[in-house]
């Protein structure tokens, strides 16, 4: 029996007076028009940190320090197509530069929305993490167990 694959994705919250940025998914294929944080898949060899240092840079063009870097949950979550993937969720409140969409080819653009108030179009998984962050939860399980 082969070896389930679950992929390891690194969301960054960016947050500035009460407010996350979220990027606007465009031109990927995949959740075009959904709003989620700068993120993505971590890379063999890469920690989930490191990544999330990456993604930021790629997406919305902010240099991040590793070190100031907190996580604030993981999820290990369960997608509707039923692929595995383990969200870490990093905070960070301090940054190099300002936010711009440095991916318009998978970026709509982006934008800043209260954290307790994220619009209704966002990825759920990008929610239910920043929900469980709000709510000061290190980690949660999803799309596992009826809900």
Not at 49 to 59: G, K, L, P, T, Y
Not at 62 to 77: E, G, Q, S
Request: hydrophobic share 40%; net charge negative; aromatic share 8%.
């Amino acid at each position: 029996m082969a070896r389930p694959h679950t992929t390891v994705d690194a969301m960054v919250i960016l947050e500035r007076d009460g407010h996350l940025l979220l990027v606007e998914r465009a031109g990927t294929g995949y959740d075009d028009g959904l709003l989620c944080l700068p993120s993505g898949k971590v890379d063999p060899g890469e920690s989930a940190a490191d990544a999330a240092v990456r993604e930021a840079h790629e997406e919305v063009g902010v240099d991040l320090d590793p070190a100031a870097l907190t996580p604030v949950h993981v999820m290990h979550f369960q997608n509707r197509e039923g692929e595995s993937r383990i969200g870490w969720f990093f905070a960070a409140a301090d940054w190099e530069g300002e936010p711009f969409n440095a991916e318009p080819h998978k970026s709509a653009g982006i934008a800043w929305h209260r954290a307790e108030q994220l619009p209704e179009n966002t990825v759920p998984y990008n929610a239910l993490g920043v929900a469980h962050y709000l709510k000061g939860e290190p980690f949660s399980f999803h799309g596992w167990l009826k809900e």
